[in-house]
């Protein structure tokens, strides 16, 4: 209840979630292309973004002895490389972006909710736009404020 009212405070907020499946160099490219915006029109705090990583339900406990079989025939600096790059390969990569712009900045709120879907990583992502005034925004917003 009370995390209901804080996000029923802040009116403007609405949180954009791009499920881009297992591929990483894309989540990679969406989260390099945000940074730089933030950077590049000094958004500040008013664009965050998050990476939500679920790893698939099968690769369970027996995944981490074949990443260990599949790296002890190469060198050391390799099987370090090799084993995150197997580790990586099978999770479920989802990318959550809050828009936080004031009551004053209608608009440019309205232009980043069109611009972003509408930009290359983005694109071959699948993408779902929760505002603030739907049913299922206040567990989206606070799934966003759980990941680290």
């Not at 209901?4 to 160099?25: H, K, P, V, W």
């Not at 500040?44 to 790296?71: H, N, S, T, V, Y």
């Not at 980043?112 to 694109?123: A, C, T, V, Y």
Request: charged share 35%.
């Amino acid at each position: 209840m009370q995390a209901e009212r804080r996000y029923r405070r802040c009116m403007a907020q609405s949180i954009l979630i791009f499920d881009f499946g297992t591929n990483e160099e894309a989540a990679q490219q969406a989260r390099h292309k945000v940074e730089g915006w933030q950077q590049g029109f000094r958004l500040g705090k008013k664009i965050l973004l998050k990476f939500d990583r679920e790893e698939p339900a099968e690769a369970g406990a027996g995944r981490k002895d074949e990443q260990d079989q599949a790296a002890e025939g190469k060198e050391p600096g390799e099987k370090k490389s090799a084993a995150v790059a197997e580790k990586n390969a099978g999770e479920r990569i989802r990318l959550l972006i809050r828009l936080d712009f004031s009551g004053h900045e209608k608009l440019s709120q309205q232009q980043w909710l069109n611009r972003i879907p509408s930009e290359e990583p983005f694109k071959s992502a699948k993408g779902e736009t929760i505002h603030h005034n739907d049913a299922a925004f206040v567990k989206a917003a606070e799934r966003f404020d759980s990941l680290d």
